[in-house]
């Protein structure tokens, strides 16, 4: 009977190499890449790496959707988070959760990962390693190839499905064992060690917490679609304590503006051109905030060598003509420029 094993795919490096071992064993390997929250712009596809992986490798993808949980996580996470709002275990535990329904729908005999013991502080050593097998119900069924001389033989090495004498037992964060074993598998394709996670980082961190805490306020919960607008724009907030986000090129407007129904108003500049301004608060912004966010626009905007930058803000989606509305300001780029010093920037 054929052996199979279900693969966590990330697209880097280590998972790619991981399959690679399993395949020089004979070994059937179907992959499954997460698309998680935060990756990047909801232009990118979240999937792409895992794609372009799978189809060097030449095995089959299934792509999971783990936005929603991810971010029910990150909010409330049961192992807390890292230095920034990343909950790596609780992460783990979902993604694993998924290869095993996975595993059991394929009737597979177990699941393969890239994990390097040690290489990830959170959730990478032992005792992480076996929290995330034991909530997610694997445990015995996950093999770390990269790892395995360095942990206890799993139920497919006990079983002889794997041979362990051909397993690995790499440690730590150096990357060059991994590198040469690319070149001695005829891995010539794989992306160099990026930042990861938006999570992990300490500022988006605290960005993701202040937003979090505002809408709280607002009677809101922080959402995937929220969130991805942290890493978007310059923020800042108004000395009436209101948030505005200040578009920082093209792609950011566009953002914006698909995005128009998350805010209380939206601003452009009408005799220049400039970037798009979202306000985000508690009903109708005050006039003091869209005075503010005014002077933003004409700062950053292509009218920042003149007095003044006509602005005119809306409402944040379509409505029914008793409730639209307009209002103009004659916004100063001076004025941006001494704001943009003296506002807190979240």
């Given at each position: 009977m054929q052996i199979k094993a279900i693969a966590l795919l990330s697209g880097g490096l280590d998972s790619q190499l991981a399959i690679k071992?399993?395949?020089?064993?004979?070994?059937?390997?179907?992959?499954?890449?997460?698309?998680?929250?935060?990756?990047?712009?909801?232009?990118?596809?979240?999937?792409?790496?895992?794609?372009?992986?799978?189809?060097?490798?030449?095995?089959?993808?299934?792509?999971?959707n783990t936005w929603d949980q991810i971010m029910e996580a990150v909010k409330h996470p049961r192992y807390g988070h890292g230095k920034g709002v990343n909950p790596c275990i609780d992460c783990r535990i979902i993604h694993f959760s998924l290869a095993r329904r996975l595993m059991e729908e394929?009737?597979?005999?177990?699941?393969?990962?890239?994990e390097v013991l040690g290489q990830r502080p959170m959730s990478q050593h032992?005792?992480?390693?076996?929290?995330?097998?034991?909530?997610?119900?694997?445990?015995?069924?996950?093999?770390?190839?990269?790892?395995?001389?360095?942990?206890?033989?799993?139920?497919?090495?006990?079983?002889?499905?794997?041979?362990r004498?051909?397993?690995?037992?790499?440690?730590?964060?150096?990357?060059?064992?991994?590198m040469a074993l690319a070149d001695e598998l005829g891995l010539e394709e794989y992306p160099m060690p990026a930042g990861g996670c938006l999570l992990t980082e300490p500022g988006f961190g605290?960005?993701?917490?202040?937003?979090?805490?505002?809408?709280?306020?607002?009677?809101?919960e922080?959402?995937?679609?929220?969130a991805l607008l942290i890493s978007a724009a310059r923020h800042f907030i108004s000395s009436a304590g209101e948030w505005i986000f200040i578009a920082r090129n093209d792609e950011e407007n566009d953002r914006l503006l698909e995005k128009a129904e998350l805010f209380s108003a939206l601003?452009?500049?009408?005799?220049?051109?400039?970037?798009?301004?979202?306000?985000?608060?508690?009903?109708?912004?005050?006039?003091?905030?869209l005075g503010e966010a005014a002077d933003l626009v004409a700062r950053y905007?292509?009218?920042?060598?003149?007095?003044?930058?006509?602005?005119?803000?809306?409402?944040?989606?379509?409505?029914?003509?008793?409730?639209?509305?307009?209002?103009?300001?004659?916004?100063?780029p001076q004025r941006g420029r001494l704001l943009a010093e003296k506002l807190e920037r979240p």
């Open positions: 071992l399993m395949q020089e064993q004979g070994i059937e390997v179907l992959a499954m890449h997460y698309e998680s929250p935060l990756c990047g712009t909801e232009a990118q596809d979240c999937a792409a790496p895992g794609r372009r992986a799978a189809a060097r490798l030449g095995v089959p993808l299934v792509v999971k394929e009737g597979a005999d177990f699941i393969v990962t890239g032992r005792q992480a390693l076996a929290t995330i097998e034991r909530e997610a119900g694997v445990q015995g069924k996950v093999l770390r190839p990269l790892s395995a001389h360095n942990l206890e033989p799993t139920q497919a090495e006990r079983e002889g499905l794997v041979d004498s051909r397993l690995l037992g790499f440690t730590g964060r150096n990357r060059k064992p991994q605290r960005r993701f917490r202040r937003l979090q805490q505002y809408l709280e306020r607002m009677g809101q922080i959402d995937v679609e929220r601003g452009w500049g009408t005799d220049a051109t400039g970037p798009v301004c979202a306000v985000l608060t508690e009903g109708a912004p005050s006039g003091r905030t905007g292509q009218g920042r060598g003149r007095e003044r930058v006509t602005v005119t803000f809306g409402p944040e989606s379509e409505r029914s003509a008793e409730e639209a509305w307009q209002r103009e300001f004659q916004g100063s």
